[in-house]
């Protein structure tokens, strides 16, 4: 099983429905991270969270919230879907001070 | 605040040859610098960090990558290219391990 685990892997829905991305991590890091690909523009920070009680916002924030439930999950909401919002979304684990992140494999959302 | 500026959205090699993928940072304050690699319909993994320890920096799969603080660059090599070396490569830098800031990618295609 993935250390990373990111669900669903692909969705596709309409202009205005809310979306929930989730990531749950077994590594026992302490840190994650929301990132969001396009092609050409690498990849831009959203959301990343230190602990459970910690919550920052990233490069591109606007949009999007989080939630991070528990140590071990992370959870990226859209609360009202655009289709500039049509891209693949990483989560992303850390142990503070190390700085390797280690990556979920991704999940694509497409939004019509 | 840090990014880094990767030259080339594409580069092209035959097997066997020299791999070149240039990368240069902007940061205020001493840098760590990261390569990573993703195959497709894969998330991320790191090749190699840069830590202010030693200025040229061995990775997996024979990639290395030189820091050059004069010339604000940290530009993966490999001597001689696979097949397999075929993915895209993505350039990050942070500097507090708060946030890392990756490059737009350079996909590499090695031809046989």
């Known amino acids: 099983d993935a250390d990373v685990t990111q669900t669903p892997r692909n969705r596709i829905t309409k202009t205005g429905k809310r979306i929930m991305l989730e990531c749950s991590q077994t590594k026992g890091h302490d840190r994650m991270y929301w990132y969001r690909q396009d092609p050409g523009l690498g990849l831009q920070l959203i959301y990343y969270?230190?602990?459970?009680?910690?919550?920052n916002k990233g490069e591109i924030s606007d949009g999007y919230s989080v939630s991070r439930q528990a140590q071990a999950k992370f959870s990226l909401s859209l609360e009202s879907a655009i289709p500039n919002q049509t891209a693949l979304y990483f989560c992303a684990t850390s142990q503070g001070g190390t700085g390797e992140l280690f990556f979920g494999e991704g999940s694509r959302l497409t939004v019509l | 605040a840090q990014s880094v500026t990767q030259l080339g959205s594409h580069v092209s090699v035959s097997e066997g040859a020299l791999v070149l993928l240039r990368c240069n940072y902007s940061?205020?304050?001493?840098?760590?610098l990261f390569w990573y690699v993703q195959y497709p319909n894969q998330g991320l993994q790191l090749l190699l960090k840069y830590t202010s320890a030693a200025t040229l920096v061995k990775g997996i799969n024979g990639f290395e990558a030189e820091f050059k603080k004069s010339e604000t660059s940290f530009h993966l090599t490999k001597p001689s290219a696979h097949m397999s070396d075929a993915a895209e490569y993505f350039c990050?830098?942070?500097?507090?391990?708060?946030?890392?800031?990756f490059g737009a990618g350079t996909r590499l295609t090695v031809k046989p």
């Open positions: 940061s205020s304050v001493p840098p760590y």
């Open positions: 969270s230190f602990d459970v009680k910690d919550i």
């Open positions: 990050a830098v942070t500097h507090n391990n708060n946030d890392m800031r």
